[in-house]
Each structure stands twice: as C-alpha cells, then as structure tokens.
C-alpha cells in the first residue's frame, strides 16, 4: 500500500468514525426514550385493568358472603327444614334479578347438594369447590359450564349455624358481560391487546387475532416461569429493561403483566402487550434516514480523502522516482524543488548525496580492477587443490555423514590408555544429543564420564592393542546427562585411529518391558477378575438359594390371599434378581472371551413355536397380534447353539412385547442359498414405541437404556440387547436395527454360512417334575453344604417325595457320613470349610466302599465349566429350582410319576340348575351384560371403592340365582381391591365378560 494510499485511508477512517458515532448516539438515546414511554403507557394499563378487574372479583365475592351466605332461607334448608321448596323459589329469584348468575347450589357439611337450581351435578367442580371454601370464600378458576356452555366462574362461601360450618353455598357468575368488556376494551394502536390466562396457561379471554381461545390457546412455558411469584417491578423508569418476547401467535411483542388476586387466592395473569414491530416503527424510520445520512457521508469522506493526501504525498514522489534514477544509474540525477519546508531542506541534501557518490564510484571502480586481477590468479590455485582433495573426501563423507548408525572415530593418547575425539557423524549427534563441535579435541571420558563403568574403555585399549575388532553386547549407559540402552562395534584403522559404530535401542528395549509389564497387568487384573465373579457368584446365590426355596415352600402352606400376594412379590422379585445376575455373568464370560458356541443340529420351528407357546398369554393381556411367517425354504435341520439362539429371540421377542402397546409383534424367518451352507435371516418386528436414530447405537451398549424411557413401568437393567449382539457376533453374524419414533422397531438377525443337516431333528422330550408330579421309591439322600438354608430348603423338598434326608457341614463329614450310611445319592456343594467339594468328591471315587455313589455338584460358582470337568455325576446351579432338582434326580433313583388334576374352568363350576332355575337364567345374563357399561369406566384410573361396590353387586347376583361361580368371582376380585394389587385387579376385570360369555353357552346347551 502506497503512503497516499494509506493517508487517504487514515482521514476517511476518522471522517467515518466520527459520524457513525453521532449516528449511533442520536439512535440509542431515541431508542431509550420510546422504550420508556411504551412501558410506561402499558404499565399504566396493567395497573388500571387489574385493579379493575380485582375490585370486579371483591364486589362478587362479597355477594356471595353478605347476601347468599347469610340469607335465612339457605340456612334453613341446612337445618333439614321440611320448606326447601322455598330456598329452591329464592335460588330462581336471584338468578332472574342478577344477569351475570347462571347457577347456584347449596351443599351441606358432608359436601352433599341441598338445594339446587340445576338437577345436573358436577361432582368434580363440587368435590374441588368443598375441599377448599369450608373456611373461607374461593373462587373456582373459569371452565366451562356443563349447564349454559359458556364460561363461568364458581364463587363458593362457607355456610355457618351458631359458629359451626354447616355447609357452602356456591354460585357461578357468567364471564362475558363486565370482565369480557374490561379485558376487550384495550385497542391501542392495530396489534395492542389485553388478555387473561389462568395457573396452567390457557387464555380465558377473548383474542383480537383468534377466536375460539377460551381454555385452548396458551403461551409458550418460559413466558409463564414464575410468572405467579412475581413481584412487581419496583426499578425506576428510566432504568427498567423493556420485556421482549413471543406471543401465542409466535409474534414477537412487548408487554408487561399483573397477578389477579382476591381474598391472598391468586387466580390469573393479566398480559398486556402490543407487537415489537408496530412499538418500534418511528425507530426503524429513524434508522433508515441515519443509514442514508451515512452513505452521503462516506462519499464525501473518500473526495476530501483524496485531494488532502494528493497534496501530502506529491513531492515525496518526486524525490522516489529520482532514487529510483539514481539506482539505475543516473548519478547526476538533481531534484528541483522550489520549496523552503522540511521535504525542500530533504531535496537539497539529496544532491549533495548524489555528487559525493559519483566521486567514490569512479575511485571504486578503479580499485576493483586492481584487486580482479590479483584474485583471478589465486582462483586458479585453489582450485588445482580442490580437484585432488574433493576426490579422496567426498566419498567418505558421503558414507560418513549418511550412516543410520553412530559413528566415532578416536585417536589414542598416553600409549593406548586414553582416546580424543577426532570426528562425529550426524546420527551419533542424534543419539548422544550432542554437537560434534562440543567435543573435537576432547578425551572421551572427560565427555562420557560414565564409559569406565559402562566397562566400554577396556574394549578400547584392547583393540588398540591386538588390531582385533570387537562387539560390545546390548548395554545401559547412564550419567548426570543422558541415559540409554547401547550396542557398539568397535573397529582399529591401518592409520592407528578407534572407529565405533552404535545403536541406540532404547526404544526398543522400553516397548519390551512394556509389554513383559502389559501382560502381567492384564494377568493379573483376569485372575482378579475371574476371581471377583467367582465370590460374587457363591455370595449372591447362596442367599438367593434360601430366598427362591423357602418362598416356594411357603407357597405350598399358605392359603391366606394377602400372604399369598406377598409371596407372589418375593418369588418375582427372587427370579428378576436371579436373571439379572445371570445376565451380568454371561457378560462377563463373554468379556472374558470365556463363553463358548456349541453347534448341533437344530429345528428353529421348534424354537419359534415354543417362543409363541412362552408370550401368548401375555400377546393376549395387551390385546397385540402374535404373526409367524416361516418361508417355506426353511431347512428342517440346521447347525446353530440352541440354548444361545433361544435366549437372543426371547430377549428380543420379550422387548418387543414390553414396548407395544397395540398392533402386532411379527417374526419372519427365511434362508438365502440351497447348498451345503445357507444364511439364517430372522427379523423380529412391532408397533411399538420406537427408538430415535441418535440413541440407536447406544442401546446396545451394557446398561444402557433409551433416553427418556419410564423406567418404572417398563424397567430392565439395559443388558439383554449388549447379550444379544455379541451373543450373535460369537456366532459370527449381525443384528442390526431399523426403528422409527411412534411407528415401531425392526431387529434383524443375519448368521453366514450355516450347515444344513439332512435328517429330521427329533423332537428332544425332556421331562420336569414337581412334587404333585413325582414319587420316588425309600431312600436316603446325603446333603453336604455348610449353610444351614440350602440344607434345610432340600430337606423340606425331599421329604414330600419320600426322601430321607441326613447332612454334613463340610467335606470331611460328608466322607465319614457316607462310609457310614452308604446313601443313594450325595448332594455335594463347592466351597465348603475345611474340605471343599472337590477334594471329598475325588476321595470318595477313589474309595472303592464310596465310589458308585452319585455325586451331584451344588455350587454358585460362575465357572460351572471347571465343576463338569471333575469327577461329578452331575451338576445343579444356585439357587437350585425343586423342578430342577427332581428332574436331576429322576436320573439316578427309581421313581413314579402321576398327572396332574386338571383345574376345572369356570364352565365346570356351574352346579346343575333345576328347570326353574335355568329359566332365570337368561334374566341373569341380562343383568350382568347392563353391568358391562360400569366395567368399561374402570380402563383408565381405578377407583378401588366403585371396584369393591361393583363386586358386592355381582356377589349378590350369584346368591339370588344360586350361581357359585359368580360368588366366587366377586369374592376374588373384592380381596385383591384389599390388597390393593392393580396388576390382578384387572386381570380379575377382564374375565367377567369371559364368564357372561360361558354362562351364554351353558344356558343354550341345556
């Protein structure tokens, strides 16, 4: 940039500065003026509307008090007068001499209605009214009438006899004559409005922009924070900052507000407000006549700018364009000008300057032809040597300079005892992170302090001696300055100097020990870890033992229905707690890469069809449509881990089941390819909730669930889908999701390259047993476990099945118990005492008097795969299930089993009816489909009183036409309303229309 350049710009960028800072001036002072003068014209509104509209509210409820309240007429219909026709007659008065009263209603001390002028009862609006107005007047916020329609407002007054609270009397005002006309009659400018809104948002008032408002349109939540706390502005005028925001309308506007208040009861919000746009319409006029102002001024900014810096700047001018002259040149080159300032005394100086440097050029330009000479002769000698040095050199410096390796290169003094330093090569600066100039001419153990110790100096003196080279092994080297790992070759030149080459390894030899420290980390943290789930299995299961066992016994006992709903609670509670734990160890093992995949041939139509069997009765709970689609080239047999596909489908069934409310959930399984391996395709679909995109990633991630999901009703730990796909990754396929918000889910599960199996799968017939089920011959079981539960749990579940049952403590009784009693069986647990399970079981096969005894492991240890590799006949996990266990012994003792009694239906608990009897029963269908009506009202909330009514009503419906069933039925349904059990509750609801439907077949069939 040229100096007139830049002087131009200087006295434009003050020119500029200078108006936009009058400019901006002159706009905030005006802004601030409107600013106030808006304020103030919508404070003053505020302040006279809601007074207005609070003295409006004074002298109503003041009405109601002094005149209503107090009349003798009302009071007697309290005292139960035999004349209420009369306050009924006044109620119809009143109402004809006051315009704005639609409805009044006395209700007495109970909240019962005496006297009305209206037979329709809101019992809502009254219960609301009643629990608030016995001690003082309230004012029921503005709704909707359910008797005109229109919007009213309830005023309520306590009623007394000789100073005790008798009742309340309750009148409704309508709203549109006076407060319409207060709220309506602000019309200031084309946008300026008045408006109410009550506690929750919603305008009750009309708008000047929309109809239809009342209790529908509200305003956005941040205008309303803490809108019924606030204080009125106490900041003066001209300091207050104006309130900006949107409206219902999503316009911006500017307003103010006031609380409505009567009797310390705040009831609304007044809002009045005008749009930003109309308020600030003399400024945006303003601001277009400053911005055109400003573009005049920068036109003349830039003329004045440029002829002031013209006149500046032209001598300077002259005087460049004759050094330029002079540069090129010209040495007599003279500036004229006329001038007596500071630029004319410049001009001068620069002739003299000009003269005396003609004279020093011609003296120079002589000497230097002297001197050329001289030098051209010199030239040619040197280089003559150069020529011969260059060849011999520049080959070893090349090699020298460029090797990866350090090299030194030592001339030895004091006969062969000590070494200097004689050259350096770059990479032995890089090593030794020193400069080749720091040490040239120096001994080596003056810059290497540490060489004697480092024992390099006697290999040294050697070479030096026997011309033989030497290698010096992999070495620390360490002094006050660097420290490193080494490896040097030291050679003996034919001109006597030491050479040594080296390496610097100790990078090298860091990531060595890293990873020696890195592998005994990790061994160290997996046998910690092995070992922490390892006690953490046997501490949680051990008590888990006593918990599922003893509630399961307990179950058998109890008959109480109460106790049976507490029971219920600890056995979900247990089994909940038992799967979360097995979850939390599969993920573990499979973190510990310690899950293994066992492949056999399978049929998935057995497994999908089990899966049906599994949720059909909870499909038919929530009303959802179960749909199965195999294709039809499904092979019958395929080679997959049964036990870890099952769980995968019933953890992604069982969601989908969870999150869908209605609609349908949906499996479609299919194969690609028809050779010796396909690709197993399975997607399981619902209507559900749905997941958003940016959280579908993280749910299956360990604990973690979608954002927002209510935990409470949903629950889950957020482990079954991180299962799940690395379940399915182990098998080396995919699960992938395609989900959108409120249409639904689709989980698809891809596995590659499956073998088929070309014989038919027979159907595994596996049986379970309980203890109505199975019977065993005498005999007596031997139970060793050091907690006192386990053993009594077991002993409590055998001897319903003819078992007798002796134990031991430990390992070492459990040895001399059997030698003794030579049981049947032996139940061994684990970690025991003393001796563990392991070791007596390993004596005891190795005792021939013991050894056919079976052993059955017991153990809460989460590594059941070291249990199986021992020398165990079998093996059962804690907390161990009575079905399981019998089933476990059925193996090894002989047995009976006898079927279980079916339950009878309701059907079947229909007791014959004589003929009379079944003629009433159409007369008692009848009745029962008229209660269907009541039944649909309890879908939402349940009111457990009209419950229990409803149920008394049915209970007395069986005693009349003799029906037992139904008797039975109500008496369910009334204990678990007792025990306050929501979830039985309307599972006892939803089989009434079943049973109606029964007792409709049974009259047709007889």
């Not at 910690?528 to 003893?550: C, D, Q």
């Amino acid at each position: 940039m040229n100096i007139q350049t830049k002087i131009s710009s200087i006295i434009f960028i003050l020119i500029l500065v200078t108006g936009i800072v009058a400019i901006m001036s002159s706009y905030l002072i005006s802004k601030k003026m409107l600013e106030n003068e808006i304020y103030h014209h919508l404070n003053s509104i505020a302040i006279s509307k809601a007074e207005h509209i609070e003295t409006m509210l004074h002298h109503d409820v003041n009405r109601v008090v002094k005149t209503f309240a107090t009349a003798t007429v009302f009071l007697d219909a309290l005292r139960n007068s035999p004349q209420k026709h009369l306050a009924t007659q006044r109620i119809k008065d009143l109402i004809k001499i006051y315009e704005d009263i639609s409805r009044i209603r006395i209700l007495d001390k109970e909240g019962k209605v005496v006297v009305s002028s209206h037979s329709d009862i809101d019992a809502v609006g009254n219960a609301e009214i009643f629990a608030s107005a016995q001690n003082r007047p309230y004012i029921r916020d503005v709704h909707i009438s359910t008797i005109t329609e229109t919007p009213v407002l309830s005023i309520a007054a306590p009623m007394f006899i000789k100073g005790e609270f008798a009742g309340m009397i309750i009148v409704n005002q309508e709203l549109e004559h006076e407060l319409y006309q207060i709220t309506t009659s602000y019309r200031h400018g084309k946008t300026g409005e008045i408006y109410l809104i009550n506690k929750d948002g919603y305008m009750i008032t009309p708008s000047r922009f929309r109809k239809d408002t009342f209790l529908k349109s509200t305003i956005p939540v941040f205008k309303l924070k803490g809108c019924f706390t606030a204080k009125i502005d106490s900041t003066p005028l001209p300091h207050r900052k104006i309130n900006l925001y949107k409206d219902y309308r999503g316009v911006l506007v500017i307003g103010t507000h006031r609380l409505i208040k009567s009797n310390s009861q705040t009831l609304w919000y007044l809002l009045v407000e005008i749009d930003a746009e109309e308020a600030f319409a003399p400024i945006n006029t303003l601001v277009h006549l400053m911005s055109l102002f400003l573009i005049g001024l920068l036109g003349v900014s830039a003329i004045v700018a440029f002829f002031i810096s013209k006149h500046i700047t032209h001598p300077i001018i002259q005087l460049h364009q004759h050094a330029i002259a002079i540069e090129k040149g010209r040495w007599d080159a003279q500036i004229l000008l006329d001038r007596h300032d500071e630029i004319g005394h410049l001009s001068k100086a620069f002739n003299r300057m000009t003269q005396k440097l003609t004279n020093s050029k011609n003296e120079l330009e002589r000497q230097v032809v002297e001197r050329t000479v001289e030098l051209s002769n010199r030239i040619e000698e040197i280089e003559a040597q150069k020529i011969i040095l260059y060849d011999s050199e520049s080959k070893y410096k090349e090699l020298f300079n460029n090797m990866t390796s350090g090299v030194a290169v030592y001339i030895s003094i004091d006969h062969g005892n000590s070494f200097i330093f004689k050259d350096f090569n770059h990479a032995a600066e890089q090593i030794d992170q020193i400069k080749k100039s720091e040490l040239l001419g120096k001994t080596l153990l003056k810059v290497f302090p540490a060489v004697k110790k480092f024992g390099i100096i006697e290999v040294f003196q050697r070479v030096w001696k026997t011309g033989q080279p030497e290698s010096y092994p992999l070495t620390l080297y360490m002094d006050n300055r660097i420290m490193g790992w080494r490896e040097n070759y030291i050679y003996k030149l034919s001109t006597g100097e030491i050479v040594a080459v080296y390496d610097d390894v100790t990078k090298r030899k860091k990531a060595e020990d890293s990873l020696i420290k890195a592998k005994e980390v990790a061994d160290s943290a997996n046998r910690a870890k092995s070992e922490f789930l390892a006690n953490m299995s046997h501490e949680i299961r051990t008590p888990m033992n006593a918990v599922i066992g003893f509630s399961d016994l307990l179950s058998k006992i109890v008959q109480d229905n109460k106790q049976k709903s507490y029971l219920s609670a600890i056995q979900i509670a247990g089994h909940t707690l038992l799967t979360l734990i097995n979850d939390i160890l599969d993920l573990a093992k499979i973190e510990a890469g310690r899950l293994e995949i066992h492949l056999e041939a399978i049929n998935p139509r057995l497994i999908v069809a089990e899966l049906e069997q599994l949720f059909a009765l909870k499909m038919a709970e929530k009303g959802l449509k179960f749909i199965v689609t195999i294709d039809n080239s499904l092979p019958l047999a395929l080679f997959l881990d049964e036990n870890r596909l099952r769980q995968v489908l019933l953890n992604l069934i069982g969601n989908a089941v969870k999150f869908t409310e209605q609609g349908h959930v949906k499996i479609y399984i299919k194969t690609v390819g028809n050779g010796h391996t396909v690709d197993f395709i399975c997607s399981i679909e619902d209507t559900g909730i749905g997941i958003p995109t940016d959280q579908q990633s993280n749910i299956f991630k360990a604990f973690q669930q979608m954002k927002g999901q209510n935990s409470q009703k949903y629950g889950g730990t957020g482990l079954g889908l991180a299962i799940s796909k690395r379940l399915i990754e182990m098998m080396k396929g995919t699960l992938t999701l395609t989900s959108q918000v409120g249409v639904g889910s689709l989980f698809k599960i891809t596995l590659k390259d499956i073998k088929v199996y070309d014989v038919v799968v027979p159907i595994k017939m596996e049986n379970t047993f309980d203890i109505t089920t199975i019977s065993f011959e005498s005999a007596t079981i031997l139970v060793v476990d050091d907690i006192e539960s386990n053993r009594d749990v077991i002993r409590e579940n055998l001897s319903q099945v003819n078992l007798d049952v002796i134990e031991a403590d430990n390992g070492q009784k459990g040895i001399l118990f059997a030698q003794e009693y030579q049981p049947a069986l032996i139940l061994m647990d684990i970690r025991m005492p003393i001796m563990d399970g392991y070791e007596a079981t390993k004596l005891l096969k190795n005792n021939p008097r013991t050894q056919k005894i079976p052993v059955i492991a017991l153990t809460a240890c989460v590594m059941g795969e070291h249990v199986k590799s021992n020398a165990f006949d079998g093996f059962l996990s804690k907390p161990v299930q009575i079905s399981t266990l019998l089933t476990e012994l059925s193996h090894f003792l002989k047995h009976s089993t006898h079927p279980v009694k079916p339950q009878k239906t309701d059907i079947q608990n229909i007791e014959p009816l004589c003929i009379s009897e079944q003629e009433k029963l159409s007369e008692l269908v009848d009745k029962l489909l008229q209660l269907i009506p009541i039944l649909e009202k309890f879908s939402g909330a349940l009111d457990l009183d009209q419950i229990e009514h409803f149920a008394q009503k049915i209970h007395m419906l069986g005693e009349q036409y003799h029906i037992l069933c139904l008797q039975k039925y109500a008496n369910e349904l009334s204990a678990v309303v007792r025990n306050f059990d929501s979830a039985h509750i309307r599972h006892q609801l939803k089989r009434l229309p079943n049973m109606i439907t029964l007792l409709q077949k049974y009259e047709n069939t007889n």
